[in-house]
């Protein structure tokens, strides 16, 4: 199985996520074993990390292209979420900042709900307030999650 996880340096599985999707400076290709472990480790450059715009999208279709299966990021835009969504690969939520193979162990903890990607394109103002209102509720969801794993709630 192959994993994409966008970070900011190139340090193999010391590298941490990043804060960003499309615009990450490098992605983490990690091929994993069939007991979870990291079999390789390779760190590339982020070719779309300099796109004026459509870095996310851009991104998400480079990976589809290469056999990606899963990808471990704190956060995909809309638009990179369709793509990734319409090419079947699973995103799952990780905190940026964490090391690759902290990140890694997400994969074997209880499944994370997906965000819901938008249609494309929106065919009413009404269709794009109503998606919104159901991201804002799964970013909250999210952050309670947050808030409970690290007591504060």
Do not use: C
Request: glycine share 10%; charged share 25%; net charge neutral.
């Amino acid at each position: 199985m192959r994993v994409a996880i966008p970070v900011d340096t190139p340090e193999g599985l010391r590298s941490k996520v990043s804060f960003l999707f499309g615009r990450a400076p490098y992605i983490a290709l990690v091929e994993r074993t069939g007991e979870g472990g990291a079999e390789e480790v390779k760190i590339e450059s982020n070719p779309f990390a300099q796109l004026p715009g459509g870095a996310g999208p851009a991104l998400a279709n480079f990976l589809r292209e290469r056999g990606v299966s899963v990808v471990l990021a704190s956060d995909v835009g809309p638009n990179a979420a369709a793509v990734l969504a319409s090419a079947g690969i699973r995103w799952i939520p990780v905190p940026a900042g964490v090391t690759v193979q902290e990140a890694l162990n997400y994969m074997g903890s209880q499944p994370q709900p997906q965000p819901i990607p938008p249609p494309h394109p929106f065919t009413s103002r009404e269709e794009e307030i109503s998606w919104l209102r159901q991201r804002k509720k799964w970013i909250e969801e999210r952050l309670k999650e947050i808030e409970r794993a690290l007591g504060e709630s």
